[in-house]
Nanobody
Framework: QVQLVESGGGLVQAGGSLRLSCAAS????????MGWYRQAPGKEREMVAI???????YYADSVKGRFTISRDNVKNMLYLQMNSLKPEDTAMYYC?????????WGQGTQVTVSS
């Protein structure tokens, strides 16, 4: 059974911080590169950050130096620490494996950054 449950979003002022969490089912999480993605209104979904099972990371240029992705391979949890938030970070955030053709998305968690 596929499970991806995101949480931790909210309303924050520019410059603030939030920590997102994602609870994933073992079948989705184990051995897979996992990622955080976001979709703003009227825009396509984009990759924010990804992390391998060995915890190598990659970030989109727009969040590099401000966001940190991490994972707990025992608890099947994915995290995104977001610092120095900007209004342009406002979006619905999703977690998912970095798998070609992946089509299942959880409900996401809304992040809204006010200026």
């Amino acid at each position: 059974q596929v499970q991806l449950v995101e949480s931790g979003g909210g309303l924050v002022q520019a410059g603030g911080s939030l920590r997102l969490s994602c609870a994933a089912s073992e079948s989705v999480f184990n051995g897979n590169v996992m990622g955080w993605y976001r979709q703003a209104p009227g825009k396509e979904r984009e990759m924010v950050a990804i992390i391998s099972p060995s915890k190598s990371t990659y970030y989109a240029d727009s969040v590099k130096g401000r966001f940190t992705i991490s994972r707990d391979n025992v608890k099947n949890m994915l995290y995104l620490q977001m610092n120095s938030l900007k209004p342009e970070d406002t979006a619905m955030y999703y977690c998912a494996p970095r798998t070609t053709g992946w089509s299942y998305w959880g409900q996401g968690t809304q992040v809204t950054v006010s200026s």
